[in-house]
């Protein structure tokens, strides 16, 4: 793994370019525009533009606005006045840079990735270019793959992977991680690095061997969050301090002062269920440099507490790696904030005065939508401002289109010192999406490809699949029959026509008895184990495949399971029958899965080729 080459010391790093000055005419000179109409311009841009129409699609609120001139609280820790107003220690001071001008390395990547300005020309262009993946480099700790990306090309090697973090953050990291630290170098320099990351190869947690690496990952982009969070309050402190001891400074030209976003959320941890949030923010705090005395017990007393650590969870009908993945608190309704400040960590803070969102998508589209806990649509307008400003968050579709609106109303913000391009409309071009998951899956390409639009470039992970076929205990044939599909869209009503048209009149005509089928409505929290026959907006109807039939001998596979250990599990169903046969039905759709079951070089003949029908054995 490696970065982009820096720049030369002399030389301004890649894409920078300093904040011009704003100048307009005014009045019959056409000369540089008088300092007060500027100040109230600046005030307007803050705050009127949520007068403007909301982006289409939005589900923006009633739009407020506050009077021109009105300037509200700061975005530093306002309902912590001793952490605002207490003189830095000598340790702090270490920590924090002097006030000179060149305070920020300019050549570390978030000073670099905040302080550049794209134009109109470049959003344009982010907006027509197709998502082509341009370069490629070996994935260096991970087996038979390679990063694939958009963008300038990481190449070279780090020198100092942890350079860009200061003070007692890095300290930390070299104390609590130890000899651990470099395994989780490589990831962390590709966050640091700003760019979109679509990592779908990540081994869960949950499976042998699975924790060491998956800690790995998640460790790296806790820490990249957490000096995200560091280097922007570092900055917002210290222009706070710069401004009390020189109370009359006028700010309107100096561009240091542009720190902030339209509200104070930066992170958004996006999870699919409680266990996996507590496992996170549990290991958030243990990375975090303040004291954790009483912290994990006071957030698990409010959470709940942790069972989902066991080892061996209790034995049932059910696979291992689903006994272990659901072991622990399976509720996927949760959403909190944890604010920084100087001395503390704060779990379930205000979500206007948190730096880090977590919840899960259910809890977040309930919000969104102005949901209450009983289900019901309150009459109060709907608040998601916080979501406005998110600079970066790890793992769905249903909210990105939320993210970096406009907010629908003021939120205390300090309108002279909001960066420019959240008053451009252009913060979703600054936004870094790290998505994480353990498969592809083609919603994830469209979402990664269509609504990740980071002008620092994206980065994909590619692997080399060996496939599963070899995990069957028996031979036997196993039959691919191939439909057509012209989209993903269609791609469940061709299947489903091609199974009542083709396949069930033969099954029907057949002399096979034992046929079988349970239908069950679809449980969240056992829909990983079934197969969707149809969904449309009449009704869902679903075949569990994972329930044992006993004396089946032909399994027919209506699609195939995005988890390729599924597959040898349900073929394996048939060890006890007698004349053993399993049919699977595809698309040339359905490649990211075939690749994970037959193999990378199989799925691409399977899909390429002039046959539609293939056998395994």
Not at 324 to 335: I, K, N, P, Q, R
Request: charged share 30%; aromatic share 8%.
């Amino acid at each position: 793994m490696g970065k982009p080459k820096p720049a030369s010391a002399t030389a301004a790093p890649r894409g920078h370019k300093r904040r011009p000055k704003r100048t307009r005419p005014s009045g019959k000179g056409g000369g540089p525009e008088p300092r007060e109409e500027k100040r109230k311009r600046r005030e307007l841009d803050g705050v009127g533009l949520a007068e403007e129409a909301p982006p289409p699609g939005s589900s923006l609120g009633k739009i407020l606005s506050t009077e021109s001139g009105a300037i509200g609280l700061e975005q530093s820790d306002e309902d912590d006045m001793e952490d605002e107003h207490t003189v830095p220690g000598d340790d702090e001071t270490n920590d924090m840079i002097n006030n000179k001008d060149d305070a920020f390395d300019e050549m570390d990547s978030f000073h670099r990735h905040v302080s550049r300005i794209i134009t109109n020309e470049e959003v344009n262009a982010l907006l027509k270019q197709k998502c082509k993946f341009k370069w490629e480099v070996p994935a260096e700790d991970i087996p038979k793959s390679k990063w694939v990306g958009t963008g300038e090309k990481m190449e070279g090697a780090y020198v100092d992977l942890i350079g860009g973090v200061k003070g007692k953050l890095r300290d930390h990291w070299q104390n609590t991680l130890s000899d651990q630290l470099n395994s989780r170098l490589n990831f962390f320099s590709l966050c640091s690095s700003y760019r979109d990351i679509m990592h779908c190869n990540k081994k869960p947690f949950y499976l042998k061997g699975g924790s060491t690496v998956d800690s790995s990952t998640m460790d790296s982009y806790l820490m990249h969050a957490l000096n995200h969070i560091n280097r922007t309050r570092e900055i917002v402190v210290k222009n706070d301090a710069k401004l009390r001891s020189d109370p009359s400074k006028d700010i309107l030209d100096d561009n240091s002062f542009l720190d902030q976003g339209f509200t104070r959320p930066k992170v958004l941890f996006l999870l699919p269920l409680k266990s996996i949030a507590r496992r996170v923010v549990k290991r958030l705090i243990q990375l975090s440099p303040l004291s954790q005395k009483d912290i994990i017990a006071k957030f698990e007393g409010k959470f709940g507490e942790s069972d989902d650590e066991v080892e061996e969870p209790v034995q049932s009908n059910k696979p291992a790696d689903f006994d272990l993945l659901f072991a622990g608190d399976t509720d996927d309704e949760f959403l909190f904030g944890i604010k920084y400040t100087k001395k503390s960590m704060n779990l379930f803070s205000n979500f206007y005065s948190s730096d880090i969102i977590v919840a899960s998508p259910l809890a977040l589209i309930k919000k969104i939508n102005g949901v209450d806990d009983n289900g019901k649509e309150p009459a109060k307008e709907r608040d998601f401002d916080f979501l406005s400003s998110i600079e970066s968050w790890s793992h769905l579709y249903a909210v990105f289109e939320q993210l970096n609106q406009l907010p629908s109303k003021e939120h205390g913000t300090n309108v002279m010192r909001i960066r420019p391009w959240y008053l451009d409309q252009h913060a979703r071009y600054y936004r870094q999406t790290i998505l994480l998951s353990s498969y592809l899956t083609p919603e994830m390409n469209a979402l990664f490809n269509g609504l990740c639009l980071n002008y620092e470039g994206k980065v994909k992970l590619v692997t080399e699949f060996k496939g599963v076929l070899s995990k069957i205990q028996f031979e036997a044939p196993q039959v691919y029959e191939r439909f057509d599909a012209s989209s993903i869209t269609e791609v469940d009503d061709a299947r489903f026509d091609h199974f009542c048209k083709k396949v069930y009149p033969k099954i029907q005509e057949s002399d096979e008895l034992g046929i079988s089928r349970k239908e069950q409505p679809l449980n969240s929290k056992d829909g990983s184990q079934a197969t969707n026959l149809r969904e449309d907006n009449i009704a869902t109807r679903y075949i569990t495949c994972k329930t044992l039939i006993r004396g089946a001998h032909h399994l027919i596979i209506y699609s195939l399971p995005g988890r390729k250990e599924f597959y040898p599990e349900l073929v394996n169903m048939l060890s006890e029958s007698e004349n053993k046969k399993c049919t699977v039905f595809f698309s040339r759709l359905d490649l990211l899965k075939l690749e994970r079951i037959v193999g990378t070089f199989a799925a691409q003949r399977l899909v390429s080729s002039d046959k539609s029908i293939f056998m395994f054995r």
